[in-house]
Nanobody
Framework: VQLQASGGGLVQAGGSLRLSCAASGITFSNAVMAWFRQAPGKEREFVSMISRPGGTTYYANSVKGRFTISRDNVNNAVYLQMKSLKPDDTAVYYC??????????????????WGQGTQVTVSS
């Protein structure tokens, strides 16, 4: 299984970035996909999740209205469009996947597969 995250970089506050996560080695259309982030000295935290068919999405309150998660089940990819970025959004962003159906989706232990992360830095 490989989850390859990309698209991170340095951006000024108020700017935008689009993260991508290319998945291989999994049955992508059956996987629940999510984005987490981890800032220096902090625990990894939930950002967003998208259901298997892609019809249901969830967001952390801190990013709601600014970030949009989407998926492409043909090309086995999940995306995170980030707008109105703030310095507090600075973190390494990770994509994650799981097959099992669960009511819970914000904890890291709910996910079985993880990518290597991509750095997002927002300057003030």
């Amino acid at each position: 299984v490989q989850l390859q995250a990309s698209g991170g970089g340095l951006v000024q506050a108020g700017g935008s970035l689009r993260l991508s996560c290319a998945a291989s080695g999994i049955t992508f259309s059956n996987a629940v996909m999510a984005w987490f982030r981890q800032a220096p000295g902090k625990e990894r935290e939930f950002v967003s999740m998208i259901s298997r068919p892609g019809g249901t999405t969830y967001y952390a309150n801190s990013v709601k209205g600014r970030f949009t998660i989407s998926r492409d089940n043909v090309n086995n990819a999940v995306y995170l469009q980030m707008k109105s970025l703030k310095p507090d959004d600075t973190a390494v962003y990770y994509c994650a996947a799981r097959y099992r159906q669960s009511t819970y989706y914000t904890a890291t232990n709910e996910y079985d597969f993880w990518g290597q992360g991509t750095q997002v830095t927002v300057s003030s």
